[in-house]
């Protein structure tokens, strides 16, 4: 049976209220370019193809966090995680806390496709990318990221910030501890009706050095069966991971439940459990329908089917953008 192929992305959840206007303009830019790549991809290749290119661009971009534009850890290293996921035999790769690499989504897929493992951490995970042949790239760390840690930091210290107290206990008692010391995803379906999945991010703020969350976690950060259909989700990946949101979201869609229906289950069951303000997911089901959900302020996010001139792209709730029922 032929399916109409659709790719639905996301450059994360979280307050775009407090972005500046040409931040927010930058976003939607690569949020079009990356939902138009991925198709590409999907109308000559499958969903799977999709799913990496899709997320490859945003990587590149340097303006959504993961890839270059990834945040720094509370070391001010850049640690990054990344999955991808084929629905048609649940193929899996992932990496995890690897650095010095600009496209670990394209990691992921080689450790998918050639090793008999589904996720490699650190160091080995590097020295395996570089046997794959991936260059090394030294400019993850910019001036412009240092910067912003020394207010992310003096601002938590200071209290200003409500997330990570027991770490920020820890690093008050123990000045010294550690030296001194949002996300990107895309789910797609072909024309065969393979469905695929793929997530990369360079975690958050001052998130401690070694810290892996939902991304590279089956069935957390990402999930894709061709029987239900495939989620991405982004947000905060502790609460993510241990209600495993994506896995929630397409068990929903194995059971019938629509992509947005199944979407909006999942965003109401993280917020019951953990409040509001802390995820977004992204689906689309085996019969080619697409869905969305976030309990943040925005989710940047863009949609292309086959029907349509370019992608519709968003960032906030009240504005337009395709959505089903
Ligand atoms: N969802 C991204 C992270 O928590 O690492």
Known sequence: MKVRPVILIHGGAGNYKRFAAE???KRRVWLKKAAAEGFDALSSKSALDAVEVAVKVMEDSGVFNAGLGSVLSLNKKVEMDAAIMDGRDLGVGAVACISGFKNPVSIARRIMEETDHILIVGKAAERLAEFFGFKRYGNLITEAKLKRFERVYNDWIEGKRSRMLKIRKMILERKGLFDFTGTVGAVAIDSEGNVASAVSTGGYWLKLPGRVGDVPLVGCGFYADNNGGAASATGIGE??????????????MRAG?????ACEAAIDLITNKFGKGNA???AVDDKGNWGFAFNTAGMGRALMASGMDEPAVAIFDEEPFPTLS
């Open 239 to 252: 609460l993510i991971a241990r209600l495993t949101l994506s896995k929630f979201c397409c068990d929903l």
């Open 23 to 25: 931040d927010l303009e």
């Open 280 to 282: 977004g997911i992204i």
């Open 257 to 261: 439940v629509s992509a947005q229906k």
